[in-house]
């Protein structure tokens, strides 16, 4: 191990504080809206895509991949490999779920997790996020979650290229990966699942409670208001 305990928390401080710098919520400045506070309320490239323009919403597609890929190339660079890596690449990841510039708000973190997949496995994570953000961005007008539905499509494409027998056809098909990049990866995966899930319930929850208390002449909750 040609790496430290120092160097692994350097590398997680550095992967947190990329990502939690709030380029949706910039992009949504920039266009003149408050990201949290149209759409899903959620600072991410589909909400900026939707709310902000097309335009922007790439920008920040490719901005917040940049955040986890940058996490993860900084650790290369200090030294960590394996499954060290995964811990600036989760670190990213919560720092966009949980940004102190945005009042420990954020989004889903799909694109960061693009990010983090093509630092940690280039040429597995190639064709999968390229599926998913088609979907993610395609998807706008006809999907309820596009960014959820791309996520689960690419991570199926995903282990279609890291788990299936292609060495029978051609060996370069298949990327030789540490097992715990893989299983890293995927448990990000089902925690952005589980985050866009769980925040999408909340936000059913704030916006039914809102429509009664407007009613009833009462004030929206707090949560509704950020």
Do not use: C
């Not at 550095?14 to 380029?23: C, D, E, M």
Request: glycine share 14%; net charge neutral.
């Amino acid at each position: 191990m040609d790496f430290t305990l120092a160097d692994v928390a350097i590398a997680t401080i550095v992967g947190y504080t990329l990502g939690a710098l709030p380029i949706a919520y910039a992009a949504g400045r920039l266009a003149g809206v408050n990201i949290f506070e149209v759409g899903s309320r959620q600072a991410g490239a589909t909400n900026v895509f939707r709310e902000a323009g097309r335009p922007l919403g790439i920008g920040v597609f490719f901005l917040d991949s940049a955040k986890g890929l940058i996490a993860v190339l900084i650790a290369r660079f200090m030294g960590l490999e394996g499954g060290w890596l995964l811990l600036p690449a989760i670190a990213a990841l919560l720092g966009h779920w949980n940004s102190p510039f945005t009042r420990f708000k954020g989004g889903d973190g799909v694109s960061t997790l693009t990010g983090v997949g093509i630092g940690l496995a280039l040429w597995a994570t190639l064709l999968p996020y390229a599926v998913g953000g088609a979907i993610a961005l395609g998807g706008t007008a006809r999907l309820a979650h596009p960014s959820l539905w791309g996520a689960l499509l690419g991570y199926a494409t995903f282990l279609i290229i890291t788990l299936a027998p292609f060495e029978y056809a051609n060996s370069y098909l298949t990327p030789q990966l540490d097992p715990a990049i893989i299983i890293g990866l995927t448990l990000m995966g089902l925690a952005i699942a589980l985050h866009s899930t769980v925040y999408h319930y909340r936000a059913r929850s704030w916006k039914r409670a809102a429509k009664s208390g407007e009613e009833a002449g009462v004030s929206p909750p707090l949560a509704e208001k950020d």
